[in-house]
């Protein structure tokens, strides 16, 4: 939630922040905000309500000339969207500036206290009581002012600060919310995000929680929470600005739906070796290990939460270990049964996420193990975790998350396979049997794209609805629910998913005529009890669209409209039958002239709790 970004350098700061906020926006794009120090040493700040381009709009008819400043793209937590409420954050004489992402937990007690002292407060937010703490510690010397700040805040922050009080230094900080920093030619660009930087630079270092950046004169410290200095290794970026960038395609999200079979094939692919046997090179985990284990838990928030349900199916069919899977918010407040024979899993697209990172630490501290699945190198998910499996699925920009949610249910099988091979819950023919079925599913996923125009006639009838519902059984059931967040997602369309089976227990009561109902049938031994189930839906008016395997019987004779997609094994079909609904909820999307990569009131990474 929340982007920040910072330069310090000889060029033009501006040109360099405002294209750091755009690759940014997706983090937030309610108001932004820049300041920097001018050609005089003065602080000059410019902010604005709305998307990015408004405050381009205004800083275009500003003299805004310096090679120190920072900038704030914003998801608001505290106070509405607004130009008060808006970055960077100053102190009473203008002479401080400040971007934060993250929440100051204690901000309220240490408001109460600045008003007392005298200062006045112009926005609603928690971030404005860091300038002020800034000044109140300020006896001349910046970094002991930031240092005493700092020591005060309860919560999560990635802060950058500059001030004209002291124009040749710029800090930057962060606890719990990331922050890398890019490293050029005597250059820096601070930022929540690597896509922010790449255009500078793919070399940078990884900040750790309360490590403190100090840029004075040219040169760049990072110290401890002490003031220790901490030596640091620069990290070269493997991919580049196109990754990060539309590619010819209207919109991101399109573009990484496409990108899924190469997701696939990375995935898996970058795992096997020359005899085509699984080899996990962050999986620490020995069969020994495996064997002490007597229980998963799969944790983690929205779309990687769905991953996590399929990943039950496969963990508990393949490897035989019992597998409780849980929201990350609630997980960590429902006294979980954790100790040295549980294994954590976690699954986050960013890493950053803090319901899940809270989770991840709380199932650490009662002594479990940790498993991170995660798709962002050096993330803070990544560097807690004791076992290690990136989704090779490239940067993931749109809000709505598809090629990341498919790489990671490549990374559940993976996993299972690699489990049940070890513990030998497997034979040697149905392993490879399976690993040469997902080698398959990036060219089945290329099949099922070149029908997108079918799919696009579908979402016609979706666009028109004023509800939808979506079902399935077995492991169909947890595809409808991440079809319906989707769409719910970019297309605002109120959509429920539903255990097929619970439908009469209550729901059924809401299908009207013409209701579209989603029924998602790709499991071979409970495909006749989906067909009735449409049954009872056509018969209350409902409009059946089906998602079913090629030549499914009755199915075509039931619905209204079927999509067709190919065959492979029952505990595979989630990858196959959730691509079709990612084009429906993109379509739908499309058609009511939405924003689809950055959908209302959503950010794509939620740092905040
Ligand atoms: O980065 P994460 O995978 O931890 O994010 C978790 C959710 O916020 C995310 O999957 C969200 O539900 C997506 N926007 C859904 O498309």
């Not at 030619?185 to 950046?213: K, Q, W």
Request: proline share 3%; glycine share 8%.
């Amino acid at each position: 939630m929340c982007g920040i970004v910072g330069f310090y350098g000889k060029q033009d700061a501006i040109a360099i922040i405002l294209e750091g906020l755009s690759a940014l926006e997706y983090r937030g794009y309610d108001s932004s905000g820049v300041a920097i120090l001018d050609e005089k040493h003065l602080l000059k700040c410019v902010k604005e309500k709305g998307r990015l381009k408004v405050l381009e709009a205004v800083v275009k008819e500003e003299h805004m000339v310096g090679s120190i400043g920072i900038g704030h793209t914003r998801w608001a937590t505290h106070g509405v969207p607004s130009k008060e409420n808006a970055h960077p954050h100053l102190s009473e004489d203008e002479t401080i500036a400040v971007v934060h992402n993250g929440i100051i937990e204690n901000y309220l007690e240490l408001k109460a206290e600045l008003v007392e002292k005298g200062y006045t407060f112009v926005s609603d937010t928690d971030t404005e009581v860091i300038p002020h703490l800034i000044d109140l510690y300020d006896e001349g010397d910046f970094e002991n002012a930031v240092y005493q700040a700092l020591s005060r805040l309860k919560g999560a922050y990635a802060l950058g600060i500059i001030s004209s009080r002291y124009p040749d230094t710029f800090m930057a900080t962060r606890k719990e919310s990331p922050l890398v920093v890019g490293v050029k030619d005597g250059e820096y660009v601070v930022a929540s995000d690597i896509p922010a930087i790449l255009s500078f630079t793919r070399d940078v270092y990884y900040l750790d929680n309360h490590e403190v950046v100090i840029l004075d004169k040219g040169h760049l410290r990072i110290q401890d929470s002490q003031g220790h200095l901490v030596n640091k290794t620069v990290t070269h970026i493997d991919w580049n600005k196109e990754a990060a960038s539309k590619n010819g395609y209207s919109h991101f999200m399109m573009k990484e739906i496409y990108e899924q079979p190469t997701a696939i094939r990375e995935t898996l692919g970058r795992r096997l070796d020359e005899k085509g046997h699984i080899h996990l090179d962050g999986i620490k985990l020995q069969k020994e290990d495996l064997e002490q284990i007597d229980k998963i838990y799969i944790v983690a928030c929205g779309t990687a939460y769905h991953a996590g349900l399929v990943g039950k199916y496969a963990i508990e069919k393949l490897a035989r270990i019992p597998v409780t899977v849980d929201i990350a918010s609630e997980f960590r407040y429902s006294d979980p049964f954790i100790d040295r024979k549980t294994l954590l899993i976690v699954v986050s697209q960013s890493g950053e996420t803090a319901d899940t990172l809270a989770a991840l630490k709380e199932a650490k501290r009662r002594g479990g193990r940790i498993l991170a699945i995660t798709n962002v190198v050096g993330s803070s998910v990544a560097r807690e975790a004791d076992d290690l499996f990136y989704t090779w699925a490239g940067p993931e920009i749109a809000v709505a998350s598809t090629k990341a949610y498919t790489a990671q249910l490549v990374a559940f099988y993976i996993l299972a396979l690699h489990f049940a091979y070890t513990k030998g819950t497997l034979t040697e023919g149905g392993y490879t049997d399976y690993i040469q079925e997902v080698e398959a599913l990036g060219t089945q996923v290329e099949i099922i794209l070149s029908e997108k125009d079918h799919i696009q006639d579908v979402a016609r009838i979706l666009v028109e609805a004023t509800s939808a519902f979506y079902l399935g059984r077995g492991v169909d059931y947890t595809t409808a629910m991440e079809a319906a967040l989707k769409i719910k997602e970019i297309s605002y369309l109120h959509t429920e998913a539903f255990a097929a089976g619970e439908l009469k227990h209550g729901t059924i009561a809401l299908i009207e005529e013409g209701t579209p109902v989603l029924a998602i049938a790709t499991q071979d031994h409970l495909v006749e009890k989906m067909v009735s189930n449409m049954k009872e839906v056509k018969a209350r008016g409902g409009y059946v669209i089906a998602i079913a395997k090629e030549d499914t019987p009755h199915i075509q004779q039931v619905a209204d409209q079927v999509i067709e997609i190919p065959k492979t094994s029952d505990l595979l079909m989630p990858i196959l039958a959730v691509v079709p609904t990612q084009l429906l909820a993109y379509y739908t999307s499309v058609l009511k002239g939405n924003d689809v990569d950055k959908p209302r009131n959503l950010a794509k990474s939620v740092t905040v709790e």
